[in-house]
């Protein structure tokens, strides 16, 4: 049953989750680097850091900063399993990716794919909360998820914390593809789903091993774009 009352203001809320005065907010587009999505005060193309190098995906679309109410609602589901601030969080990257890309776009996406969590986290976590947002995705733009192809075998540390250095170093060979599932990813266009991107350092190193095996396009959608704050970047 879906609430009567907006989850995040507790106005009415039309049998939506949330009212249309914090629809308007949440979805208000963003000054942001058109290449890897990171958050601008001025507006300019690119950031500082994808003039000098560049990631490896095509683009990153995200549908916000990190910041409140978005961070609380990614807490709530990663560590509560509060399958209502899922299911808000699918709904609003959705909006925000057909409000961003034609659907001449959309259609041309081969697969979703979700960041893979290390069997004994995802045991832990009892789920894993990008494969939950690519299934509300999915379900939206019907476009498949790939799922049993990338492992993530290497339990790596907590990024949080780590500087841009450490981070890629904690993730090396951190993913592999399962070997009878090569061949599914041979000129394909994917888009990796993932909740926050801070560095960019996992997604690139799983798009490292997808263009390896052939990949085309790699494009990443996900809910939050951070930035580490400039002191801790070395
Ligand atoms: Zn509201
Ligand atoms: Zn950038």
């Known amino acids: 049953m879906l609430p009567a009352q907006c989850l995040l203001c507790h ?4 049998d939506k989750l949330i009212c249309e005065h914090c629809q308007k907010v949440l979805l208000k587009p963003r000054s942001c680097c058109q ?12 950031c500082g850091d994808c003039i000098k ?25 990663k560590y509560k399993k509060n399958l209502l601030a899922g299911e808000l969080l699918g709904q609003l990257i959705t909006q925000s990716i ?12 081969d697969y979703l794919l979700p960041v893979p969590l290390h069997h004994k986290k995802q045991r832990q976590r009892g789920f894993n909360q990008t494969q939950l947002l690519s ?18 075998h290497k339990q790596t540390t907590a990024q949080e914390g780590l500087s841009l250095q450490k981070r890629k170093k904690n993730l090396n060979n951190a993913f592999s593809i399962t ?12 888009v990796i789903i993932d909740d926050v991107v801070t560095t960019g350092a996992t997604v690139n190193s799983l798009c490292q091993l997808l263009l390896q095996a052939g990949v085309k396009q790699i494009d990443v959608w996900c809910i939050c774009r951070t930035a580490l704050p400039a002191q801790k970047n070395r």
């Open 98 to 109: 057909t409000r961003h890309f034609t659907n001449t776009e959309i259609q041309q996406i």
């Open 179 to 190: 070997p009878d599932r090569v061949n599914t990813l041979k000129g394909t266009y994917i």
């Open 53 to 77: 190098q560049s990631h490896l995906f095509t683009q990153l679309h995200a549908l916000a900063d990190y910041q409140v109410p978005f961070s609380i609602l990614i807490k709530q589901l």
């Open 11 to 14: 106005l009415p809320s039309n």
């Open 35 to 46: 290449h890897c999505g990171l958050s601008l005060l001025i507006s300019q193309p690119f």
């Open 135 to 152: 299934h509300l995705i999915s379900k939206q733009l019907t476009i498949p998820i790939l799922l049993e192809t990338v492992k993530r």
